[in-house]
């Protein structure tokens, strides 16, 4: 079942959970440490999920992974205990989600792009002679970005603070394609739960 723009929104959420396994967002999100209003998943109608509404959310327990594709999902607080990694994903599973994908900052629209239709790719060979978990399959998504399998045309969008750049030396032309080998555009997804 898929939800865009519009259609997205908090009722929707809440009544489609049951009978799925997985939940991808794919929005914009903002984790502020000690503000729970503050602290939200932005819905295709404009409104904010806050986290008292994640927490009111159902049939979490359902849920065997939630993809939260949008930047900085899994940066927390700033304290050195493990929690600095929480975020907004930590809702999710304190609500009963076996596991959650999420990011550690603001993520490049069109590498996120790819790196999820690899995740799913990788995850839809699964077989029962030679199951894939959730955790390889993001590996093996992560590896295609590594070894240059993985590119674009690039955008003049900077919305995030790292800009990365050709080598001194070397160029690349505006009009060509180029990789999202450099650890930006596939590190910030990490597996928080269970990785079966």
């Known amino acids: 079942m898929e939800f865009l723009n519009k259609a997205f929104n908090y009722q929707v959420l809440r009544d489609n959970l049951a009978g ?9 999100g903002e984790f502020v440490p000690g503000s729970a209003y503050d602290s939200y998943l932005l819905l295709g109608n404009g409104e904010k999920l806050p986290i008292p509404d994640i927490q009111n959310l159902r049939d979490l327990s359902k849920i065997h992974l939630v993809v939260l594709s949008a930047c900085e999902t899994a940066l927390g607080d ?3 205990d493990g929690t600095e990694i929480a ?3 930590y809702y999710f599973l304190n609500g009963g989600a076996k596991a959650v994908m999420a990011s550690l900052w603001r993520v490049d629209d069109e590498s996120t792009r790819l790196l999820m239709e690899g995740f799913y790719s990788n995850l839809a060979k699964t077989s029962t002679e030679s199951p894939i978990t959730k955790a390889q399959a993001l590996r093996q998504a992560q590896l295609s970005f590594i070894q240059g399998n993985q590119t674009a045309v690039p955008t003049t969008d900077f919305r995030a603070s790292v800009v990365v750049r050709p080598r001194p030396g070397t160029s690349t032309p505006a009009n060509l394609a180029v990789g999202f080998s ?3 555009y596939w590190a910030p997804f990490i597996l928080i739960g269970n990785g079966l």
């Open 20 to 28: 799925h396994l997985i939940l991808h967002i794919a929005t914009h």
């Open 78 to 80: 700033t304290g050195q």
């Open 87 to 89: 975020g907004l994903s």
């Open 182 to 184: 450099h650890p930006y």
